[in-house]
């Protein structure tokens, strides 16, 4: 909706002395002030997007949505949505097309919500003028064309959206997508010619195959001062911390639900769109290509460089310089050396105290040579050594902001390449990383093996529910994850501002598509498919494949429980019932410590990191022995013998379930539970307030309390059982 403006007479003055001029910056330069430059530049650099495409973009929502004031939420959605994709999505120019596609899944779920109402509520809102008198037929013409358009093929869409739509001259929607006129006028002519054909087949009049054939510009509504100022403020704000967290309050409800809606829905559709912004990056031929070659324009430090496409030109192998290759090899040498220093000095310090704080600040040794590996591969993107740097960057630089850049990169670049599955299931033995995302979103939308798309589609989902916990510990004082210990404050600063209702929302998405698209297919061990020993040589990963070993079961097997676990056993849900035995055969269930606040630990006594948090617990039980606090145990040993010993040696002081299942029994698989020790706990009525895998930072309190114990009697003091005077 639309807010009043107030004191803007002076703004285009103190943009032009404080800012500058950005009438002759491309979209992606507007994109990468906005991203790189928070604050009045920032600012500036997103309004003038605004301005640009929002006549399109209003239009678009005015011809779907009958009602103005729909119509303007759908827009401000629209640009909400932009700024919450603005640095996963690839454009060279123009970012016309991408907002178009946006605006229309935007308008027809307003769409639909407006029907809904419909049907429960009378409205007289006033209607704008239709295309052919009143009704609802003009919709659903618009409609039709609109669905026409989008079905075009990539090299025709852009430009129909460019040249009709935004009303572009032949000569700007050329340079904006990276075409020669002639080339552009060709594709319009195309473009034209198949949508009139469509159009015919859907039996529509000849003046709405002319309104789809015939350039928009003299139909271009012109955007109200009021609308710009309120949609780049609600932008600002939904690009801040408040707005990721979903606190920026001051945002319409109407505006910010269609949003996220949007995005939510977005993990197929962003990549078809990064497909057509990627087609348009790699159209410009001829003069562009001999001129970006003749000068290499310096990328800012951190940033995605413009991408060069490769003339095409067979060369024979012998001819090849050897330098850029050479250069790798010898970084790798470097990495080696640095390796071996730090473990030198590692070895020498005589405690754990000593040795955690060398760790903290020089580990990974690698971590100084990333960015000479991210400036190989951006001196040479047509060598085979630019993939191979950019590897390496991705998997061994994981803690540096650098590692995003590359797996982007190689995300953009590669989008087909089989090697970058291989790459992202490398990464599950590294600490979470946010580089592991765009590379398993390249794969499920452009891998040409349809098992490689289930397999990746599965593990973009688990990953997103382990970053999501991840985050979630962040976010808490006093906690700190154990993979938080391989990240700089920076670096995780970034992950605090992930936004964790968004991760888990596109988890269930991608659980949903696998049950629904790949079900039957069969899952591959991981460590089968990156075998040991490959040393610091990227290259040899993905060279050293033959056949990844297959495992029993399919993907629906693992999806089913995934999926219940995020519906059933997120945060602020009550917890599913455990009935079993004790080793003693004694039954009990989880619903019988109802009223107390309860710790269950999932673990196991051949788990070191379990037996390492008994102290812990031992002290947990003692000091809220008297207080309405238990802690529960489910033993994932397939025989009891263990666990006996530890109970009589005093090791353990709770009450445990124990099934000859062990990890695979039913408890276990009913909580989706792979990794040890795995802790839940729980409110006095039985929900969820903090799940997490593994310790949290280093072991115990100076009192030798777990690292969540405050959260424990913050519980106890919500249920009445606050400590006694």
């Known amino acids: 909706?639309?807010?009043?403006?107030?004191?803007?007479?002076?703004?285009?003055?103190?943009?032009?002395?404080?800012?500058?001029?950005?009438?002759?910056?491309?979209?992606?330069?507007?994109?990468?002030?906005?991203?790189?430059?928070?604050?009045?530049?920032?600012?500036?650099?997103?309004?003038?997007?605004?301005?640009?495409?929002?006549?399109?973009?209003?239009?678009?929502?005015?011809?779907?949505?009958?009602?103005?004031?729909?119509?303007?939420?759908?827009?401000?959605?629209?640009?909400?949505?932009?700024?919450?994709?603005?640095?996963?999505?690839?454009?060279?120019?123009?970012?016309?097309?991408?907002?178009?596609?946006?605006?229309?899944?935007?308008?027809?779920?307003?769409?639909?919500?407006?029907?809904?109402?419909?049907?429960?509520?009378?409205?007289?809102?006033?209607?704008?003028?239709?295309?052919?008198?009143?009704?609802?037929?003009?919709?659903?013409?618009?409609?039709?064309?609109?669905?026409?358009?989008?079905?075009?093929?990539?090299s025709l869409r852009g430009p129909i959206v460019l040249c009709c739509l935004e009303g572009l001259n032949y000569d700007l929607a050329a340079n904006r997508l990276g075409l020669t006129e002639p080339t552009l006028r060709g594709r319009l002519h195309r473009a034209r010619k198949r949508l009139a054909s469509r159009l015919r087949e859907r039996g529509l009049t000849e003046p709405a195959m002319m309104v789809a054939i015939e350039p928009f510009r003299v139909n271009l509504p012109t955007l109200p001062p009021a609308l710009i100022e309120s949609t780049v403020r609600f932008s600002m704000r939904w690009s801040s911390i408040q707005g990721l967290l979903g606190m920026a309050t001051d945002i319409p409800d109407s505006v910010t639900a269609l949003a996220r809606a949007v995005v939510r829905a977005?993990?197929?559709?962003?990549?078809?769109?990064?497909?057509?912004?990627?087609?348009?990056?790699?159209?410009?031929?001829?003069?562009?290509?001999?001129?970006?070659?003749?000068?290499?324009?310096?990328p800012k430090p951190g940033g995605i460089p413009p991408r060069v496409k490769p003339s095409g030109i067979a060369r024979p192998r012998e001819t090849v310089s050897q330098a850029p290759r050479r250069q790798y090899e010898l970084l790798i040498e470097e990495v080696k050396r640095a390796q071996e220093r730090y473990s030198e000095e590692y070895t020498k310090l005589k405690t754990e105290e000593e040795r955690a704080a060398y760790a903290r600040t020089n580990f990974p040794a690698e971590q100084k040579v990333v960015g000479r590996f991210l400036e190989l591969a951006r001196a040479h993107p047509q060598d085979p050594v630019a993939f191979d740097a950019l590897t390496w960057v991705a998997l061994l630089g994981f803690a540096t902001p650098e590692s995003e850049t590359a797996a982007t990169l190689l995300a953009r670049d590669y989008p087909r390449d089989k090697r970058l599955w291989i790459i992202s299931e490398d990464m599950r033995r590294m600490p979470i990383t946010m580089a592991r995302e765009p590379l398993l979103r390249a794969v499920i939308e452009h891998n040409p093996d349809r098992d490689t798309r289930g397999r990746a589609c599965l593990d973009l989902a688990q990953f997103l529910m382990e970053e999501a916990e991840?985050?979630?510990?962040?976010?808490?004082?006093?906690?700190?994850?154990?993979?938080?210990?391989?990240?700089?404050?920076?670096?995780?600063?970034?992950?605090?501002?992930?936004?964790?209702?968004?991760?888990?929302?596109?988890?269930?998405?991608?659980?949903?598509?696998?049950?629904?698209e790949f079900p039957g297919v069969v899952p591959v061990k991981w460590w089968t498919v990156t075998p040991p020993g490959v040393g610091l040589d990227s290259s040899k990963i993905y060279r050293s494949?033959?056949?990844?070993?297959?495992?029993?079961g399919t993907l629906a097997d693992r999806a089913r429980p995934a999926l219940a676990e995020v519906r059933t056993l997120g945060l602020g849900k009550?917890?599913?019932?455990?009935?079993?035995?004790?080793?003693?055969?004694?039954?009990?269930?989880?619903?019988?410590?109802?009223?107390?606040?309860?710790?269950?630990?999932?673990?196991?006594?051949?788990?070191?990191?379990?037996?390492?948090?008994?102290?812990?617990?031992?002290?947990?039980?003692?000091?809220?022995?008297?207080?309405?606090?238990?802690?529960?145990?489910?033993?994932?040993?397939?025989?009891?013998?263990?666990?006996?010993?530890?109970?009589?040696?005093?090791?353990?002081?709770?009450?445990?379930?124990?099934?000859?299942?062990?990890?695979?029994?039913?408890?276990?698989?009913?909580?989706?539970?792979?990794?040890?020790?795995?802790?839940?706990?729980?409110?006095?009525?039985?929900?969820?307030?903090?799940?997490?895998?593994?310790?949290?930072?280093?072991?115990?309190?100076?009192?030798?309390?777990?690292?969540?114990?405050?959260?424990?009697?913050?519980?106890?003091?919500?249920?009445?059982?606050?400590a006694k005077p």
């Not at 912004?277 to 970006?292: I, K, Y």
């Not at 210990?485 to 605090?496: K, T």
Request: aromatic share 8%; hydrophobic share 40%; charged share 25%.
């Open 1 to 154: 909706m639309v807010t009043r403006l107030a004191h803007t007479s002076w703004q285009p003055m103190d943009t032009l002395f404080n800012v500058g001029t950005l009438s002759g910056l491309t979209d992606r330069e507007l994109l990468d002030r906005f991203l790189d430059e928070p604050g009045a530049t920032g600012q500036e650099a997103f309004r003038s997007l605004v301005s640009r495409h929002g006549p399109m973009v209003l239009g678009f929502c005015r011809s779907m949505l009958k009602n103005p004031h729909e119509a303007e939420d759908a827009f401000q959605a629209t640009f909400l949505v932009l700024v919450r994709r603005a640095r996963s999505i690839w454009i060279r120019d123009s970012v016309g097309p991408w907002l178009y596609a946006v605006a229309g899944r935007v308008a027809r779920r307003a769409r639909r919500q407006s029907l809904r109402r419909q049907k429960l509520e009378v409205s007289t809102v006033p209607e704008i003028p239709s295309l052919e008198g009143s009704g609802s037929d003009w919709l659903d013409t618009y409609q039709g064309i609109h669905e026409e358009i989008t079905r075009l093929p990539t």
């Open 266 to 298: 977005m993990p197929l559709f962003a990549g078809k769109l990064t497909g057509l912004t990627g087609l348009l990056a790699t159209c410009a031929l001829g003069t562009a290509v001999l001129a970006q070659q003749g000068k290499e324009a310096a």
């Open 470 to 516: 991840f985050v979630q510990l962040l976010k808490m004082p006093g906690l700190k994850p154990w993979h938080a210990q391989f990240y700089p404050e920076e670096r995780l600063a970034r992950f605090r501002s992930l936004d964790v209702k968004l991760m888990t929302d596109d988890a269930e998405h991608l659980l949903q598509r696998v049950l629904d």
């Open 545 to 552: 494949i033959k056949e990844p070993e297959r495992e029993s």
């Open 574 to 722: 009550t917890a599913p019932e455990i009935e079993g035995t004790d080793i003693d055969g004694h039954r009990f269930k989880l619903s019988d410590y109802r009223g107390k606040v309860v710790v269950l630990d999932f673990a196991g006594t051949w788990c070191g990191f379990c037996k390492q948090m008994y102290p812990e617990f031992r002290e947990l039980v003692k000091r809220y022995k008297d207080r309405p606090f238990t802690l529960l145990g489910v033993m994932a040993d397939e025989d009891k013998t263990p666990l006996q010993r530890e109970i009589a040696a005093g090791e353990i002081t709770w009450q445990c379930w124990w099934e000859s299942g062990g990890a695979k029994g039913r408890i276990p698989r009913d909580w989706n539970v792979h990794a040890y020790p795995r802790i839940y706990i729980l409110d006095h009525q039985g929900v969820i307030r903090l799940k997490f895998t593994g310790q949290l930072g280093d072991p115990g309190t100076p009192d030798r309390l777990p690292r969540f114990a405050p959260i424990i009697e913050s519980l106890l003091k919500e249920c009445g059982g606050a």
